[in-house]
């Protein structure tokens, strides 16, 4: 079955120090997103690639980092500049103009 | 400006039906999705409306008005599992989508 995975589920760190967070899918599509959720907020788009080494800061850009090698593959690296990082953290897919319909499970992150 | 806005929480009964709505502000506008995501887990897509009108899928079913910047979710013959946040987005071209902050919905027996 198609789908996105994401790894881990539950992830910890310390203050200071960089995490990276995997985001795989086996769809075929072009487009894939990264969102943020905080409790009692909603969905806040971090960064966005249309297509292979091709990527778009999102609204709240500031102390992430992706990168786009492979079309199935879209991590995203949580640096230490990122001030508040712990949070769930989304990734998605879809085919353009066909509507954001694919969510993976989420990874969340709790820094210490 | 781009804004979303939709009730925190609703509480109903099990059997009944419940109508969450959600209004919006989006330049370009694009469509409306609506999702569905219990606690601690990924959003599950229900509904896409980009005309007016209604759209019928099983239990649920989805309104939009674009004239008046309107959409509301209706959920039928509530169960117990359909307790769970859900959550508005509208989209401005092709990969800007602007989401709600959730509405909680609690289904009581």
């Known amino acids: 079955d198609g789908g996105i995975t994401q790894s881990p589920k539950y992830l910890f760190r310390k203050e200071g120090q960089n995490v990276t967070l995997s985001c795989e899918q086996n769809?075929?599509?072009?487009?894939m997103y990264w969102y943020r959720q905080d409790p009692g907020q909603g969905l806040r788009l971090i960064y966005y690639?249309?297509?292979?080494?091709?990527?778009q800061k999102g609204d709240i850009a500031e102390g992430y980092s992706v990168s786009r090698e492979k079309k199935e593959s879209f991590p995203l690296t949580v640096t230490s500049a990122q001030k508040n990082p712990t949070a769930f953290y989304l990734c998605a897919s879809s085919i353009p103009d066909r509507g954001l319909k694919f969510f993976g499970p989420g990874t969340r992150l709790t820094v210490l | 400006g781009q804004n979303i806005d939709q009730p925190t929480e609703m509480t109903a009964t099990e059997g009944a039906i419940v109508q969450i709505n959600c209004t919006y502000q989006?330049?370009?506008?694009?469509?409306l999705f609506w999702y569905q995501q219990h606690a601690g887990e990924a959003p599950t897509f229900l509904s896409y409306n980009v005309l007016d009108g209604l759209e019928e899928k099983g239990r649920f079913s989805s309104f939009l008005s674009r004239s008046k910047g309107y959409s509301y979710l209706l959920l039928k013959e509530l169960q117990m599992k359909d307790s769970a946040s859900y959550l508005c987005a509208s989209t401005s071209g092709t990969y800007k989508y602007i989401f709600g902050t959730g509405t909680r919905l609690k289904v009581l027996a």
């Open positions: 769809l075929n599509h072009d487009a």
């Open positions: 690639s249309q297509i292979v080494n091709d990527f």
């Open positions: 989006t330049s370009g506008f694009n469509g």
